[in-house]
Every structure is written in C-alpha cells, then in structure tokens.
C-alpha cells in the first residue's frame, strides 16, 4: 500500500526565504507525482506535475524534483511571499492499476510579512 | 489549466435524510472521476473512482451503499451521502483526470457537509 510523508508538518519563515518542502513515498512505481496547494476551507490547486521520466519541473518561483528510485520529492520555492501561505500537498497515484492519489499530510506553511 | 466544478458548496442536513453532491468537469471530457474525504486538520482520502458508464470502484472500507456514485455523463459524476449521520460531516472534494496530456488531475473546490 503507497504511502506518503511529508516533512516538516509546519514551517514559519520571514519573508523573502527560500524554502524546501519534503515529500517521501514508499512505492518508486508511480507514473507521475503531483504538487498541490490548498488553501484553508477550499479546494485544491495544482501546482506542478512531474512524470516519472522527469527530474524536476518549474513554474514561476516553484521548483519541484524527483528522485523516483529513492521515493522523494522536494518542492523548492524561492524568494517567499506572504501569499504562499498554505498548507502544501503532495500526492502519488495509489497503485495496483488505479489512478486514484495518495496524499501526504501536508506542510502548513506560514510566511511572515 | 482544467475547471472542475462542484455544487453545493456548502449543505446542511438533518440526520437520516441523503444529500447529493455534484462534480463537473467544464472544458473537458473526463471518463474517470474521483471522490475524497477530508476530516478537519487531516489529508485527503481517496473513497472512491467513478467510471463513465460503469459502477464505481470503492476503496476499502467506504461503504458503497452508504455513498452512492452515479456517472451519468462524461462530464458529471454525483455522490449521494444516503441517511447521513452527523460522523458522516467532513469536506468532500471530487476531482476529474484530464486525459489530454499528463493526465494531471484537477480538483473541484469541495463540498462542506455538516450533518445535524
């Protein structure tokens, strides 16, 4: 059964740091692993996707890698703005043929103005 | 990116009655859809995936009689909470995978059931 952690569970910062946010999972045969963001009360915003074939995907400030024989990923954001304040969610197909995600639990990020 | 939709975004009901709660995709065709659960301060949990034109597919220990998963059409999936109890409040959010490309998921902006 897949299973995913993430760490640190919360992280405060000024802003303007640079932040890296960890993923691990325990099954390395995912087609795809996904970043998201969720703000409190709301949905889910897809953030970055990176295919298995990949190494890492950018998007703006966002950086995401996969180290897929390891089973980690890392989300790196740079130059951190009071408005990247959410909880931040990593997922991974669940396996055995279904397409359904895994989710971790999640890092509550604060960044401070 | 894709849109997905969900409607109500909020529902209160007395306990014993069934609510219904929809998902739409909007600028695509989704033959698979997926239903979560997430409990105050937890994860997502996946509870279901919803087939176009076939029954859907339960995850261990989701009732399937309980929750009802009907996916009429390519771009609407419906999950009925039936004779729901208070245990059943949680935030539901459904997702649809887009099958051009990546086949990135993208997430409804979710439903708050409270059960009285």
């Known amino acids: 059964k897949q299973e995913v952690t993430q760490i640190p569970a919360a992280l405060s910062v000024p802003e303007g740091e640079n932040l890296v946010l960890n993923c691990s999972f325990t099954d390395s045969a995912i087609y795809n692993l996904q970043w998201f963001r969720q703000d409190p009360g709301k949905g889910l915003t897809s953030l970055l996707l990176i295919q298995s074939s990949q190494r890492e995907q950018t998007s703006g400030r966002l950086n995401a890698s996969l180290d897929k024989s390891s089973g980690r990923s890392t989300l790196y954001i740079a130059a951190s703005q009071p408005g990247d304040s959410a909880t931040y969610l990593c997922?991974?197909?669940?396996?055995?043929?279904?397409?359904?995600?895994?989710f971790g639990k999640g890092t509550h990020l604060i960044i401070q103005p | 990116g894709a849109v997905v939709s969900q409607h109500p975004s909020r529902v209160i009901c007395k306990s014993g009655t069934s609510v219904k709660i929809e998902c739409r995709s909007l600028?695509?065709?989704?033959?698979?859809m997926f239903w979560y659960r997430q409990f105050p301060k937890q994860s997502l949990m996946l509870m279901a995936t919803s087939n176009e034109g076939s029954k859907a597919t339960y995850e261990q220990g989701v009732e399937k009689d309980k929750f009802l998963i009907n996916h009429a059409s390519l771009t609407l999936s419906t999950l009925t909470v039936t004779s729901a109890h208070p245990e059943d409040s949680s935030f539901y959010i459904c997702s649809a995978r887009d099958p051009r490309g990546a086949y990135e998921q993208y997430f409804g902006p979710g439903t708050r059931l409270t059960v009285t």
């Open positions: 997922a991974v197909p669940t396996g055995g043929g279904a397409d359904g995600l895994t």
């Open positions: 600028d695509f065709q989704a033959t698979t």
